[in-house]
């Protein structure tokens, strides 16, 4: 769930029950969301009310039970378009994907955590815990890791305080220590691995999606099996992953992605 940042008011509190909804990923009756809501019935009440008059929630009377509604599919749509590395990157991951044969990512940081944006499926599928729109950790994905290592350092700090270091696999990186020196390894070979660190078996390599003056926009990765290829064999494709991503990267400012035109205002161009 995103961080709720005090005064953020009657808004903030109208996104955390978005959220909430949103993480039964199925219809929801008020009283499930009402079990794990920090608010008191009323005034929980008052906000699904409203979400639903505002078309953000809809209920279906038969089954009394809530889900996302059409007026936040619209917005959602029109965010995907505009501000989302999506559309950009389309032909790229297509391309990327099928030059590999290999499962690509696209990604982008929500808060702390990974927000996976497209997603091309290998030419023999592999099941696996990503998919678009859905939200992964940080510390122990290719991606996460790949972009986290190119942020500045307050920002690679707030971003590790969140991370729950649970142990997914015996792999995976359990403290900040571990953490950060990897990160610096990633900071020097300009991309980042997941070594069955966060799925027994699942292994990728990544690279951040970068604008000309180091600001982190996205990431990108190439991920397969242990049964498939090695760790070394997937970390040959290094290259052509460094290389799409900055493809996407130029497209990016070509399209005036918004934090490009940010970085391009301080530059004085």
């Known amino acids: 769930m995103a961080e709720r940042q005090a005064g953020d008011g009657t808004v ?17 009756r008020f009283s499930e ?24 929630l809809s209920y279906d009377p038969d089954r009394q039970t809530y889900g996302l509604g059409v007026r936040l599919v619209r917005l959602a749509h029109a965010a995907w378009q505009q501000s989302s590395l999506a ?26 955590q990974v927000l996976y944006l497209d997603k091309r499926n290998a030419l023999n599928p592999i099941e696996m815990y990503s998919q678009a729109g859905k939200i992964g950790p940080a510390y122990c994905t290719g991606v996460g890791k790949a972009m986290m290592a190119f942020l500045g350092e307050e920002e690679v700090a707030r971003i590790i305080a969140q991370q729950s270091f649970h142990r997914f696999t015996e792999h995976t990186l359990t403290t900040e220590a571990a953490l950060r020196a990897d990160l610096a390894d990633i900071r020097v070979k300009g991309f980042g691995m997941d ?7 699942i292994i990728c390599i990544a690279a951040p999606i970068l604008t000309r003056r180091g600001r982190v926009l996205g990431g990108l990765s190439v991920t397969s099996t242990t049964a498939q290829k090695s760790l070394a064999e997937l970390e040959a494709l290094a290259p052509q992953v460094q290389a799409t991503a900055q493809d996407i990267a130029v497209e990016a400012q070509n399209w005036r992605f918004p934090d490009q035109a940010t970085d391009t205002i301080r530059a004085g161009t």
């Open 195 to 201: 070594r069955e660190e966060h799925e027994p078996g």
């Open 33 to 56: 969301v009402l079990e794990d809501s920090p608010y008191p019935k009323g005034t929980l009440y008052r906000l699904f009310q409203t979400l639903t008059n505002q078309g953000m």
């Open 87 to 112: 559309p950009i990157a389309r032909s790229y991951v297509d391309a990327l994907s099928q030059s590999t044969g290999e499962t690509v990512h696209l990604a982008q940081f929500d808060h702390a």
């Open 12 to 28: 903030g509190k109208a996104l955390e029950v978005l959220d909430m909804v949103a993480g039964f990923e199925r219809p929801v």
